[in-house]
């Protein structure tokens, strides 16, 4: 743990804890306002503030410091609430790390909706495991198909070969970039772009809204879809907060959940496409590239030996989330 950061952290939230009174819960996430889990973030907070005495302060990223930081805040009570993605928390929860499983996820936006709306795997199954670490699991949801930026054409894991390429914090995002042929390396948020820029790191993953919000294009050229997967986040909150509460507030806690996913899957309809043509006006020398099946031939092949580290990792417990999560997709299929 970092205690430095945590302390500033602490500080920080005494500072304005200091203009808040105690009906005030705080609520960190890891992108900005006008970002996915911004939007999210903001139509919980209207929800909660329109049927309660209770205003949520929101904290978007960078202001109580990187991901990490934000989880050990959720964990230790400092915030009520935290939205932070598999591939932060997989370090902290080893079944987390499934959505990393390369092709487990569809890139169809509506089976994906429906799938996160209806899965037991999601909605049952992992409320047990996130509570084990003290959170009470919310609500997971899609922000995207991610794309890999690169600073040479990526046609096959072969162009990958010596590519220093930045991940999340997570063991199996790290296998999955050893078996695409890279050099995975794991970094915080906050060291991609300079990393990127000064050549530390060569390419990296992400959905295309957050390529363009971050500026991400303006020091990678290359885009490249391989539809290996979708990035998934997540919303906690502190489980002793939680259980405290009485049921009519957890009640409103549900609704603003599910008042701010139904938002979050329609406000993304469309977005990849809107943000990527943003992108191209800023740097029409970017090359997009949707790979062929032929072309992703390799990508698909490394999908079972991450799998199998998966399961390596996790153990029947792993195991039971992944194939209860197959089943789930077939479910939502179906529509
Ligand atoms: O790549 C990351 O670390 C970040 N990507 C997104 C889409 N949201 C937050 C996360 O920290």
């Known amino acids: 743990m970092n205690l430095k950061k ?13 203009f808040a009174s105690a009906d005030t819960w705080r609520y960190a996430f890891e992108e900005s306002l006008d970002e996915v889990q911004g939007q999210f973030a903001q139509k919980f907070k209207e929800y909660v503030e329109a049927n309660s005495d209770h205003e949520i302060q929101l ?35 080893p079944e987390a790390q499934v959505f990393f499983v390369p092709y487990l996820l569809p890139t169809d936006q509506a089976q994906l909706a429906r799938f996160f709306r209806d899965s037991k795997a999601i909605n049952e199954d992992f409320q047990g495991l996130y509570a084990a670490q003290g959170l009470e699991l919310l609500q997971m949801y899609p922000e995207g198909e991610v794309a890999m930026t690169t600073k040479a054409p990526v046609k096959s894991c072969a162009d990958l070969d010596e590519v220093k390429f930045r991940v999340m914090t997570n063991p199996l995002l790290v296998e999955s970039y050893k078996a695409f042929g890279a050099i ?14 000064t050549n530390i790191i060569q390419g990296q993953e992400n959905p295309t809204f957050f390529l363009y919000s971050t500026k991400l294009y303006e020091v990678t050229d290359y885009i490249t879809y391989a ?3 979708n990035f998934t986040t997540a919303l906690m909150a502190n489980l002793d907060f939680y259980d405290g509460l009485s049921g009519d507030e957890q009640k409103v806690i549900q609704d603003a959940t599910d008042a701010a996913y139904d938002f979050i899957v329609e406000y993304q309809d469309g977005l990849a496409a809107t943000e990527l ?51 789930d997709l077939v479910a939502a299929a179906d529509g």
Not at 186 to 196: A, C, D, Q
Not at 289 to 303: G, H, N, P, Y
């Open 277 to 327: 043509a943003k992108i191209m006006e800023a740097k029409p020398e970017m090359t997009v590239t949707v790979l062929s099946e032929d072309e992703r031939a390799c990508f698909k092949a490394a999908a079972s030996e991450v799998e199998a580290k998966f399961i390596e990792m996790t153990g029947d417990s792993g195991a039971a989330i992944l194939e209860q999560m197959k089943a």
């Open 59 to 93: 904290f978007p990223f960078g202001t109580l410091g990187e991901s990490a930081d934000i989880m050990e805040q959720a964990q230790a009570g400092i915030l009520q609430f935290v939205n932070q993605s598999p591939g932060f928390t997989g370090s902290l929860i």
């Open 184 to 197: 995975p390396t794991p970094l915080p948020w906050g060291e991609v772009y300079g990393s990127l820029q």
């Open 6 to 18: 945590i302390l500033a952290g602490a500080t920080a939230l005494v500072f304005v804890g200091t």
């Open 227 to 229: 539809g290996h997967n």
